[in-house]
C-alpha cells in the first residue's frame, strides 16, 4: 500500500509539475548541455572576460559596489548590473569566483531561449517557437557568447524580457506588465547604456503606430515610466557619480554613449560594416535568411509574429549601422528576431503537404545547410591528418606542455575524438541531403499525378540537420573549447610570474593590453603599466627581483639595456606570445 501510494504521487507529480513544463525542461537540459561546460572545463579568455572577471574581483576586494575599478583606476567603460550579477553567482556552491560572469552569460543564454521560445509559441505555434528556440541555441555567435563571460548577453535577455513584457502590456492594457517592461529597460540601462531602452521602446513604438497610431503611444504611461527608468538607472549612478566626480560623469555618460553614437574613437566601422560580418555569425542559418525575410515580408499582412520579426530584425540592424562605434557582438539583440524569421521559414516544412520540399524556397537552404555540415563533419574528422596539425605543429611561442597539449590529438587514441564526432556529422548531413532530394523528386512526381509512398515535407531533413548542428556545437563545448585552453588561458604565466615575484615581489606590465587578465589571477588589485623602454629599464634596474609581464618581443628589447633580465616563462597566450622576466637580483638578496 505504501509502495501504491509512492507511486501515485510521483504519478501525479509527473501529470501536474513535469508534462506541463516540458519546453522549459528541455531549454534547461539544451543549455546545460551546451553552454554549462565552460564554467568549469576553461580559464578566462582576453580580453574581456578577465577584465570583467576583475572589475567584479576589485568591487569585492574594495567593498565599493557603485564605483568599479579595473586594475586599480575608475573603471568608466561599462555600468555595473553585469558585475553585480557576476559576484553573486560566482558566491553559489561549486561555481568558481573567476566563472561568475560566464555562468551569468550561461543563464542568461537560458533565458533568451525560453522568451524566444514564448514568442515563437504565441505569435505563431509550438513548433515555431521550439524551431526558433534550436535555431537560436546553434547559431555561432550565440553560443559563443552564451559562453563568454561578457556583457552584450545578459543585455540581449533584458531586452528580449523587455520586449515580450511591453508585448503582452499593450495587448492587455495592464499598467503592472507598463511598469515591468520600464523596470526591465532600466535595468538593460545599467547593464550596457540607454540601448537597452532604444530596442525595445523603439520595435514597440514602431509596431503601435503601425497598428493604432500615434493615439494610443499615451496608454503606454510614458511619464511614470521614465520616472521608472530614471529611478532605477539614479539608484546607481548618483552615488557612483558622487564617489567618481564630474570626469566618472563625462565618460559614462557621454564618451561611452553618444561619443560611441556620433563619434567613437574605439572600434569605428563603416556604414555596410554588419552586412560583411553578420552572415558569419549568424552561421549555419543565414543560408536560410533570405528566403524567410521574403517569406516574412510576404506575409507580413496575414501574420503577427512575420511582421514581428521583421521589423525587430531590420531596426535593430539600422540602428546598430548607423552608430560610429561597431561590433560584431553588438548585433546579439536581433539574434532571436532572426531565429524566429528563419522558424516561419523552417515551419513550412512539418505540415503534410506534398509540394512543401518542391519549390526552391525550402530545398536549396536546406541542401546549402547540409552541405555546410558535410564540410564542418569532413573539416574535423580530417584535422589530426591534414593541414591542421601540421599548422599547429608550427605555431610559434608554444610552451612544452602547450605543444604536447594541442598535438594529442594527431596521434591515436586523441585523433579519435576529432576523427568520430567529424564522420557522425559527415553521416547526419548525407541523411539530410539524402531526405531533401527525395522530398524533392516526390514534388516533381505530384505535379505530373504518380504516388509515391515517401515522405514528401522536410521533416526527416530537418530533424538530421538540427542534431547534427546540435551535436557539433556540444562537441565544440566539451571538447574542443577545453583543448584550446591550453593557449588561450594565461593562468600558468600569471602564477610563474608570482612564484618568480613572490607574494610581495613588484611587478608590471609593460607594453600591454593586459590590465586585469593576470590581476585576476595573481589577486593583485594593482599592476602598473609603463611603457617606454629606458624608463621600464630604469624602473627595473631600480627594482632588483621584480617581474615585468611583456611581450616576448619586448623581452628582447629590455635586455638589450638590461642583459642581467631572466625570462622566468613564456607561453602563447592568444595570438601573442607573452614572457614573465625578473630583473637581477642584488647580491645577497634571495631568489
Known amino acids: 500500500?505504501?509502495?501504491?501510494?509512492?507511486?501515485?504521487?510521483?504519478?501525479?507529480?509527473?501529470?501536474?509539475?513535469?508534462?506541463?513544463?516540458?519546453?522549459?525542461?528541455?531549454?534547461?537540459?539544451?543549455?546545460?548541455?551546451?553552454?554549462?561546460?565552460?564554467?568549469?572545463?576553461?580559464?578566462?579568455?582576453?580580453?574581456?572576460?578577465?577584465?570583467?572577471?576583475?572589475?567584479?574581483?576589485?568591487?569585492?576586494?574594495?567593498?565599493?559596489y557603485m564605483l568599479p575599478h579595473l586594475n586599480g583606476a575608475v573603471y568608466g567603460e561599462k555600468p555595473p548590473l553585469f558585475f553585480?550579477?557576476?559576484?553573486?553567482?560566482?558566491?553559489?556552491?561549486?561555481?568558481?569566483?573567476?566563472?561568475?560572469?560566464?555562468?551569468?552569460?550561461?543563464?542568461?543564454?537560458?533565458?533568451?531561449?525560453?522568451?524566444?521560445?514564448?514568442?515563437?509559441?504565441r505569435y505563431g505555434d509550438a513548433e515555431t517557437g521550439w524551431l526558433a528556440a534550436l535555431v537560436l541555441a546553434t547559431s555561432s555567435m550565440f553560443v559563443v557568447h552564451a559562453s563568454s563571460g561578457v556583457i552584450d548577453g545578459t543585455l540581449t535577455f533584458l531586452v528580449v524580457a523587455a520586449i515580450a513584457t511591453g508585448l503582452r502590456a499593450r495587448e492587455m492594457e495592464s499598467p503592472i506588465l507598463w511598469a515591468a517592461f520600464y523596470g526591465l529597460a532600466g535595468l538593460a540601462i545599467i547593464t550596457k547604456g540607454p540601448v537597452g531602452l532604444v530596442i525595445p521602446g523603439g520595435l514597440l513604438l514602431l509596431l503601435g503606430l503601425q497598428e493604432h497610431g500615434a493615439r494610443r503611444v499615451w496608454a503606454w504611461h510614458p511619464v511614470w515610466g521614465l520616472a521608472i527608468i530614471l529611478a532605477v538607472a539614479a539608484a546607481w549612478l548618483v552615488p557612483a557619480i558622487a564617489r567618481g566626480g564630474t570626469g566618472y560623469a563625462q565618460v559614462i555618460l557621454f564618451k561611452q554613449n553618444l561619443g560611441r553614437a556620433y563619434q567613437s574613437w574605439h572600434h569605428k566601422e563603416p556604414l555596410q560594416f554588419f552586412l560583411k560580418v553578420f552572415p558569419g555569425s549568424f552561421l549555419p542559418w543565414v543560408v536560410v535568411l533570405p528566403t524567410a525575410l521574403y517569406g516574412a515580408w510576404k506575409d507580413r499582412g496575414a501574420s503577427r509574429a512575420s511582421w514581428l520579426a521583421l521589423t525587430w530584425f531590420v531596426f535593430t540592424f539600422l540602428f546598430f549601422s548607423v552608430i560610429s562605434g561597431k561590433k560584431t557582438r553588438y548585433l546579439l539583440p536581433l539574434f532571436p528576431a532572426a531565429s524566429l524569421l528563419v522558424a516561419l521559414e523552417l515551419r513550412a516544412l512539418l505540415p503534410e503537404a506534398r509540394r512543401a520540399l518542391s519549390k526552391w524556397r525550402q530545398?536549396?537552404?536546406?541542401?546549402?545547410?547540409?552541405?555546410?555540415?558535410?564540410?564542418?563533419?569532413?573539416?574535423?574528422?580530417?584535422?589530426?591528418?591534414?593541414?591542421?596539425?601540421?599548422?599547429?605543429?608550427?605555431?610559434?611561442?608554444?610552451?612544452?606542455?602547450?605543444?604536447?597539449?594541442?598535438?594529442?590529438?594527431?596521434h591515436f587514441p586523441g585523433a579519435l575524438a576529432l576523427l568520430l564526432p567529424g564522420l557522425g556529422v559527415v553521416c547526419l548531413a548525407m541523411a539530410a541531403l539524402g531526405s531533401v532530394g527525395r522530398a524533392g523528386k516526390v514534388g516533381r512526381a505530384s505535379k505530373v499525378g504518380r504516388a509515391s509512398k515517401v515522405d514528401p515535407d522536410g521533416r526527416a531533413a530537418l530533424a538530421c540537420l538540427a542534431a547534427g548542428w546540435v551535436g557539433l556545437v556540444a562537441w565544440g563545448q566539451w571538447v574542443g573549447v577545453p583543448a584550446l585552453d591550453i593557449i588561450k588561458s594565461a593562468r600558468p604565466l600569471a602564477e610563474a610570474a608570482m612564484t618568480a615575484a613572490g607574494p610581495d615581489g613588484e611587478m608590471i606590465l609593460y607594453r600591454t593590453s593586459y590590465a586585469g587578465l593576470f590581476n585576476v589571477y595573481t589577486g593583485r588589485d594593482r599592476i602598473d603599466e609603463m611603457s617606454g623602454l629606458d624608463k621600464a629599464?630604469?624602473?627595473?634596474?631600480?627594482?632588483?627581483?621584480?617581474?615585468?609581464?611583456t611581450s616576448a618581443e619586448d623581452v628582447e628589447r629590455l635586455r638589450g639595456k638590461l642583459p642581467d633580465l631572466e625570462t622566468v616563462a613564456c607561453r602563447r597566450v592568444g595570438y601573442e606570445t607573452v614572457c614573465a622576466a625578473r630583473s637581477a637580483l642584488t647580491d645577497g638578496s634571495p631568489r
Open 84 to 121: 553585480w550579477l557576476g559576484i553573486l553567482a560566482g558566491r553559489l556552491p561549486g561555481i568558481p569566483s573567476t566563472s561568475g560572469t560566464r555562468f551569468v552569460s550561461v543563464m542568461a543564454a537560458l533565458g533568451t531561449l525560453l522568451l524566444t521560445f514564448h514568442l515563437g509559441r
Open 537 to 549: 629599464a630604469g624602473w627595473l634596474l631600480e627594482h632588483p627581483g621584480a617581474v615585468v609581464l
Open 363 to 410: 530545398r536549396v537552404p536546406l541542401t546549402l545547410c547540409g552541405i555546410l555540415l558535410a564540410l564542418c563533419g569532413l573539416a574535423l574528422a580530417v584535422a589530426p591528418f591534414g593541414p591542421a596539425a601540421r599548422y599547429v605543429g608550427r605555431l610559434r611561442g608554444l610552451a612544452p606542455d602547450q605543444q604536447a597539449g594541442m598535438l594529442r590529438f594527431s
Open 1 to 64: 500500500m505504501v509502495e501504491a501510494g509512492q507511486a501515485g504521487r510521483t504519478r501525479l507529480w509527473i501529470d501536474r509539475v513535469v508534462l506541463p513544463h516540458r519546453p522549459v525542461l528541455a531549454m534547461v537540459l539544451l543549455a546545460c548541455s551546451l553552454y554549462l561546460p565552460c564554467v568549469w572545463l576553461r580559464d578566462l579568455w582576453n580580453p574581456d572576460e578577465p577584465r570583467y572577471a576583475e572589475v567584479a574581483r576589485e568591487m569585492v576586494a574594495r567593498g565599493d
